[in-house]
């Protein structure tokens, strides 16, 4: 615009107007002097200050201070008592910072998401289930992870036919007993399959002490390092280099190769993609 008030003075402002794009009636507009914005005078029948305080004094009173300003217009009315109008008592609780819900209400309490941190190894695994296309059709193998979110170190780990809570009982009781995972130590999160909130796995991490967190029902990133991990891990990823299994872009079947780099990609110390420590948590169980 200063551009467009510039050429305008030595090329017309028509010519500059279509040279920068610039609306004529826009230009014109910023060249009118600034309007000096009017006062509004005063009402002859407005309230003086100590009619609005008391106006404020009655809607601040015991019996009035959850009440409506309407309610209680018609309540003073009904009294034969006339102080302003309902719209008056709106503007006077509005200069005061009170125009909002005057009932006593309960306020749902900020929420904030919990989280758990890990500042060391063996204090908190993440494990998770996914499923591997198998040799034929509508075949699967499921590779249970157990993964420690401090290292990304992959403590536990197990490919089974089938997903069931004695198998994944029998994977954790040997990976706390590997990893010499004393009373009271270790925090193990998972999402809410059938197989995470079974009774057998329940009762097999009370015994060894260890407890127990879920993610929050119906949120699908709580349980994010398990997740990434299967993603960098399956055949398809960018990070891995394997062929995508299944569909019309790759072939059917599981290789001897893809299992053994499955195996080496299970054994390593770390993966990468991840900096963070916190994992999101439901309750303890």
């Not at 002859?44 to 100590?50: E, F, G, I, K, S």
């Not at 609005?52 to 201070?65: A, C, G, I, K, P």
Request: hydrophobic letters at 35%; glycine letters at 6%.
């Amino acid at each position: 615009m200063n551009a467009a008030l510039e050429l305008g003075d030595s090329a017309g402002k028509a010519v500059a107007c279509r040279a920068l794009g610039v609306p004529r009636a826009t230009l014109y507009r910023r060249m009118l002097p600034a309007v000096p914005l009017r006062v509004r005078p005063t009402p002859a029948r407005a309230l003086c200050a100590d009619e609005r305080q008391t106006v404020l004094d009655h809607l601040h009173s015991e019996r009035f201070s959850d009440k409506a300003p309407a309610e209680v217009f018609a309540t003073l009315l009904d009294e034969d008592i006339y102080l302003c109008s309902i719209r008056t008592m709106h503007r006077i609780l509005a200069e005061n910072g009170e125009l909002k819900e005057r009932r006593n209400q309960l306020r749902h309490p900020q929420y904030k998401k919990p989280e758990l941190l890990a500042t060391g190894p063996n204090q908190i695994c993440s494990w998770d289930i996914t499923k591997l296309l198998g040799p034929a059709k509508w075949t699967y193998f499921h590779l249970y992870v157990i993964l420690d979110i401090f290292s990304r170190y992959v403590v536990g780990w197990m490919v089974a036919p089938r997903e069931t809570a004695e198998l994944a009982k029998r994977l954790i009781a040997e990976t706390c007993g590997k990893q010499g995972i004393v009373v009271g130590e270790l925090t193990i999160h998972a999402d809410r399959g059938t197989s995470m909130t079974s009774k057998p796995v329940a009762l097999l991490m009370a015994d060894l002490g260890v407890t127990k967190t879920h993610s929050r029902p119906h949120v699908s990133d709580d349980n994010p390092y398990s997740e990434s991990q299967f993603k960098t891990l399956k055949p398809g990823s960018p990070r891995t280099g394997l062929r995508p299994w299944g569909g019309s872009t790759g072939p059917s079947s599981l290789s001897v190769s893809d299992l053994s780099r499955t195996h080496l990609l299970l054994d390593r110390r770390s993966l990468p993609g991840i900096t963070k420590n916190t994992i999101t948590a439901g309750s303890p169980c």
